[in-house]
C-alpha cells in the first residue's frame, strides 16, 4: 500500500507551503510535491489602476523584498516611458538594492538558517530556533542582527522609510543624495564589511560537517538563469540575461530583458498556486532552471571586487568536477559570497564623484503601451511586465518571482532529499527537517511567488494509494 | 538612552490594518517630548530588536481581529519565547522582546494598543468610520502614556 507523507506548514520560510511525500508500498519514496496553497492575485487586482502605482502597490507584495519589487517595477515603468534613467540615479537604485541583498541575505543566513546549520537537523526542534542560536552562539546573532540593521538603515537613508520607500520613481529616484547622507552610509560599511568577512570565515570552518547534506541537497543537473553586466561580471539592476548548462557552457547570453519571454514559458500544475516557469527552447519540465545566488555566481566570470573575487574563486571549488556548483545546499555559501560583493560594491560606488549629482529624474509621459522590468531580487531574476491602455491604466501584469523560477528545482530537490533520508516506515524530526530545510536552501518567499501573504504552521500527512490520510503530524 | 520608541505596524493596503502606520504617520505631526521616536512599519522586523534595547519604553500600535471595530485595547507587554513567528517575515512583539532580551540582557516596559477593525479586504486604502474614531483615541493615548512616562 502506497503513503504519502505531508509536511505542512513549511517553517522558517517567507509565505505559506505544504509538502507531500507519496511512498510506495515498501517505504521509498515515490513522488515528491511542494504546494503552495495561498492565492492573492495581484496581477489581477492591479488592472485598471494607473501604471505609475504599480512600484506602490507591488511592493506590498513583500515585507521582506519589498525593494525588489519597487526596482523591477519602476524598471518597467521606465520601459512605458521610454527613457534612459540618469548615470546617477542608477548608481543610487543599486545602492539600494544592495542593500536589500545584505539585509535579506542576512536573514535568511542568520534568522531562518543558521538554526540548522548551528544546532544540528536531528537537534530538538523546540531550541533549534533563533533562541537556540542565541544561546550557543550570541555573538553570531547579534553580528545577524547587526547587518540587518546597517541594510535596512540605508534602505532608509535613501529612501525615507525601512519599509516600502517611494524614492524609486519611474525614471530615476525623486530626490538626489546629499553629502551628509552618503557620509552616514559610508561610515556604517567597515563594520558591515567585517561582519560579513567573519561569518563567512565560520561558515566555511562548519562546511565539511555538512558533506552529507551537501551531496543530496538538490544536486541537480539544471539550467541556471541570471542577469550578468555587458562584460559578464556579476549584475543585480541592470546588465543582460544568460544562461548556462548543467556542464557550465553558457547557452544564451547578451539577451536583452526584454526578451525574457522568448527564454521563459509557464506551466501550471494543479496541486500549486504557484507557477512552474521553464526554459522554452527545452520545454516543459525539460527546461528546469535555477535562479538566485548560486546562480548568479555560476553565472558571473567574476564579481569585480577584491574579498568577493576571492570568495568567488574558493566557491568554485565546492564542485570537484568542472562545471557550474550543482548543490542547492551552496545557496548559503553563495548568500555570503553576495553579502561581501554587496558591501564592497556599496562602498566603491559611494566614493564616486558623480554620486552628489542632483540630475538623478528623468521626464516623461508614457510613450509606449508595454513596458519590462527585470532586476536580480535576493532570492532571483524578478521580471515585471506590465500593459497600459490609452490613458495609461494597466490592461495586463505577469510577476515571474525569484522563487517561482525555482518551483521545479525545489520539486525536484525535495524528491531527492527525501530518498536520502527519509524511510517511511520511521518518521522522525531529523529527517523531516531536513526535507524541510533542502527549501530554506532556495529562501523562497512564497508571498512573492503567489502574491500572497500568510503565516506558516507546518503539517505533515500520510497518505495511503488512495488518497486516505493515515497519519498527521502538525508543528504550530 | 532614548525615552521612548512607538512603532506602529500593518498593511497600507488592506483597510483597517493600516491603523498602526497610519496612527504612527499622524503622530509624527504632532509635538512630542523630546527624544521620542515614531515608525511606522508594514512588519515587524528581527533588527527592532537592537533598537528596542536602546529605549526606556516602546509602544506597539496594531490593528486587531479579536476586537469589536473601533474598540480600543491597551495591555502591558512581556517577553515571550513561545511566541516564535514560524516565518521570519513576521514578528510578534513580545518574541521581539525576547529577542532584546536575550541578546541584549534588557527590555524596555512595553505596550501594545490594539484596536478592532471592520475591513481587512486587499486593495483597500482607507479606515472604516469605525477604526477612523479609533485611531483618534489611539493617538490620544499614546500623547498620554508619553507624557505620563515624562511625569515621571
Known sequence: ?476 | MRPALVIGYGSPIRGDDAIGPLVADRLQQQQLPDGVRVEARHILTAELAAELAEVAQVIFLDAAVDLPPGELRIQPLAPDTSALSTMAHFHDPRELLAWCQGLYGRVPEAWLITAGGADFDYGHFHLSEAAEHAATRMIQSVLDMLALKNLG
Not at chain 1, 570552518?205 to 539550467?223: C, I, M, N, V, Y
Request: hydrophobic fraction near 40%; charged fraction near 25%.
Open chain 1, 1 to 476: 500500500m502506497s503513503r504519502t507523507i505531508t509536511i505542512e506548514p513549511v517553517t522558517r520560510i517567507e509565505g505559506h507551503a505544504r509538502i507531500s511525500l507519496q511512498l510506495a508500498d515498501t517505504g521509498e519514496v515515490e513522488d515528491a510535491r511542494f504546494h503552495l496553497t495561498q492565492f492573492r492575485g495581484f496581477e489581477k487586482f492591479c488592472e485598471g489602476r494607473p501604471y505609475r502605482e504599480m512600484p506602490a502597490l507591488t511592493a506590498r507584495t513583500c515585507g521582506i523584498c519589498p525593494v525588489s519589487h519597487l526596482l523591477a517595477s519602476n524598471k518597467a515603468c521606465d520601459d512605458l516611458l521610454a527613457v534612459s534613467i540618469p548615470p546617477t540615479a542608477e548608481k543610487l537604485r543599486r545602492v539600494m538594492n544592495l542593500a536589500q541583498l545584505v539585509q535579506s541575505h542576512a536573514l535568511s543566513f542568520f534568522h531562518l538558517s543558521s538554526p540548522d546549520l548551528l544546532l544540528g537537523w536531528d537537534a530538538d526542534p523546540k531550541s533549534r530556533n533563533i533562541f537556540g542560536v542565541m544561546q550557543q552562539q550570541p555573538e553570531l546573532a547579534k553580528d545577524g542582527i547587526r547587518l540587518r540593521q546597517i541594510g535596512q538603515t540605508i534602505i532608509e537613508i535613501l529612501g525615507g522609510k525601512k519599509i516600502h520607500p517611494t524614492w524609486v520613481v519611474p525614471g530615476g529616484v525623486s530626490e538626489a543624495l546629499s553629502q551628509d547622507k552618503r557620509d552616514a552610509m559610508q561610515a556604517m560599511l567597515p563594520e558591515a564589511l567585517e561582519i560579513a568577512k567573519r561569518t563567512y570565515a565560520t561558515f566555511k570552518a562548519l562546511l565539511p560537517k555538512f558533506k552529507d547534506e551537501a551531496s543530496h541537497f538538490g544536486t541537480l543537473p539544471t539550467l541556471f538563469l541570471s542577469l550578468v553586466s555587458e562584460t559578464g561580471q556579476l549584475e543585480h539592476c541592470t546588465g543582460v540575461l544568460r544562461v548556462k548548462d548543467a556542464k557550465g557552457r553558457i547557452i544564451e547570453d547578451k539577451v536583452p530583458p526584454r526578451d525574457y519571454r522568448r527564454l521563459i514559458g509557464e506551466a501550471v500544475e494543479d496541486f500549486s498556486y504557484m507557477k512552474f516557469p521553464y526554459y522554452k527552447p527545452m520545454g516543459y519540465p525539460r527546461g528546469i532552471y535555477r535562479v538566485g545566488p548560486l546562480a548568479r555566481l555560476n553565472n558571473a566570470d567574476s564579481c569585480g571586487t577584491p574579498y568577493a573575487d576571492v570568495a568567488l574563486a574558493e566557491f568554485r571549488t565546492l564542485q570537484e568536477e568542472s562545471g557550474p556548483v550543482a548543490s542547492s545546499f551552496h545557496y548559503h555559501y553563495a548568500r555570503l559570497v553576495e553579502i561581501i560583493y554587496a558591501i564592497e560594491r556599496m562602498q566603491r560606488i559611494l566614493k564616486e564623484p558623480d554620486i552628489l549629482d542632483t540630475r538623478v529624474r528623468a521626464h516623461a509621459r508614457g510613450n509606449r503601451q508595454e513596458g519590462i522590468g527585470v532586476s536580480e531580487a535576493p532570492r532571483g531574476t524578478l521580471m515585471h511586465h506590465y500593459k497600459i491602455d490609452e490613458n495609461g491604466l494597466i490592461t495586463w501584469v505577469d510577476l515571474i518571482i525569484a522563487t517561482g523560477h525555482n518551483n521545479l528545482a525545489m520539486n525536484r530537490s525535495i524528491k531527492q532529499v527525501a530518498d536520502a533520508y527519509v524511510d517511511g516506515t520511521q518518521l522522525n524530526e531529523g529527517m523531516l527537517n531536513r526535507v524541510e530545510a533542502v527549501i530554506r536552501c532556495y529562501d523562497p518567499c512564497l508571498s512573492c511567488a503567489s502574491h500572497a501573504y500568510g503565516k506558516m504552521p507546518l503539517v505533515i500527512e500520510l497518505q495511503d494509494a488512495q488518497g486516505e490520510v493515515i497519519d498527521r503530524l502538525v508543528r504550530d
